[in-house]
């Protein structure tokens, strides 16, 4: 079970059988009330206290390999700025789509390519880095006083540089005099 506790709670079968485990004893522990089961092959500690970043890490787990949270949902995972996404965005590392039907309706898979090299972790979950957070809000047309307090507070927690902040409040400001969308 210290799988589950690095992984927010959460057991997918493919842990159950890299660890020499039988998947059915997964379902035992369902019957018991040790776990919780939330949608195919995947299930949850029910003795684990719920995190705030926890629904984030379930999405990722719900994309699949190489699925890391992007655009507003990772500048809130990262502590950037007060945005509050009605969705989970979640994008997969070389945009191959994803065909299963989301657990919830907080989940937005996006299927456009993520550079591998952009990724980091928050909390043991993969995400773009700041930059490419801010850079994806740019793009995506987040609220420009939400993109300033990105900026502010990535180059305050120093996960931002000189340069690459002032590229970025140049695309906002580009975006914000054209009214069209940019990409950084």
């Known amino acids: 079970m210290e799988r589950a506790i690095v992984q927010h709670g959460y057991l997918v079968t493919g842990?159950?059988?890299?660890?020499?485990?039988?998947?059915?004893?997964?379902?035992?522990?369902?019957?018991?009330?040790?776990?919780?089961?939330?949608?195919?092959?995947?299930?949850?500690l029910?003795?684990?206290?719920?995190?705030?970043?926890?629904?984030?890490?379930?999405?990722?787990?719900?994309?699949?390999?190489?699925?890391?949270?992007?655009?507003?949902s990772a500048?809130?995972?990262?502590?950037?700025?007060?945005?509050?996404?009605?969705?989970?965005?979640?994008?997969?590392?070389?945009?191959?789509?994803?065909?299963?039907?989301?657990?919830?309706?907080?989940?937005?898979?996006?299927?456009?390519?993520?550079?591998?090299?952009?990724?980091?972790?928050v909390d043991h979950i993969p995400v773009v880095r700041p930059q490419t957070a801010i850079a994806q809000a740019v793009a995506g047309g987040t609220d420009p006083e939400h993109v300033r307090q990105a900026i502010s507070a990535?180059?305050?927690k120093g996960l931002l540089g000189e340069v690459a902040a002032a590229r970025l409040l140049v695309a906002l400001v580009d975006q914000e005099r054209t009214g069209q969308l940019v990409a950084v």
């Open 75 to 121: 500048l809130a995972l990262w502590g950037l700025a007060d945005v509050h996404p009605r969705q989970v965005e979640v994008a997969v590392v070389g945009g191959r789509p994803v065909q299963r039907s989301k657990p919830n309706g907080r989940v937005l898979v996006m299927t456009y390519p993520v550079d591998p090299d952009t990724l980091d972790e």
């Open 154 to 156: 990535a180059r305050g």
């Open 15 to 44: 842990d159950a059988r890299e660890l020499g485990i039988n998947p059915d004893y997964l379902r035992r522990l369902t019957a018991l009330g040790k776990l919780e089961h939330r949608w195919r092959g995947v299930y949850r």
């Open 46 to 72: 029910v003795a684990m206290p719920v995190a705030d970043t926890d629904e984030y890490y379930e999405a990722v787990l719900w994309a699949g390999s190489g699925g890391a949270v992007v655009g507003e």
